[in-house]
């Protein structure tokens, strides 16, 4: 392989881990996106893990989950494998692209069924049932 090649495929793989999350330390300050409607402290009334999957690239475990109107859920990054996001459907709230051990907190202030996705992987999806 050419030196010119073989910088070309370093150079595509350098961009490809940056804008995918890749590489980058578990922070907010990532591809201009703002974490909104949540927080990085405080402890959830429930957990959903952020769970590796073969067969989606991951998932959120449990799913759906139920909190009461004044509760929190805590979302925990446990997948090693590649970043997520926790994004709401409705956009109250977004997490921004983290890696494995991150959380976010989102507390809960009206009834409703609140949907949410990974922005990274289409086939990660959850809901979040506030009763």
Excluded at 36 to 63: A, E, L, M, W, Y
Excluded at 64 to 72: A, F, I, N, T, Y
Aim: with cysteine.
């Amino acid at each position: 392989m050419s030196v010119w090649k073989m910088a070309l495929v370093v150079a595509g793989s350098a961009l490809t881990l940056a804008a995918c999350g890749g590489g980058g330390s578990s922070t907010a300050s990532n591809n201009g996106c703002n974490q909104t409607g949540g927080s990085t402290s405080g402890t959830g009334t429930q957990v959903v893990k952020i769970n590796p999957d073969p067969n989606t690239i991951g998932r959120f475990d449990p799913n759906p989950v139920s909190v009461r109107v004044g509760d929190s859920v805590e979302w925990d990054w446990l997948d090693s494998s590649t970043p997520h996001t926790v994004t709401a459907d409705d956009g109250s709230f977004e997490s921004c692209t983290q890696n494995s051990g991150f959380k976010f907190v989102v507390t809960f202030s009206k009834a409703g069924d609140v949907k949410y996705h990974c922005t990274i992987h289409a086939q990660m999806l959850g809901d979040v049932k506030v009763g």
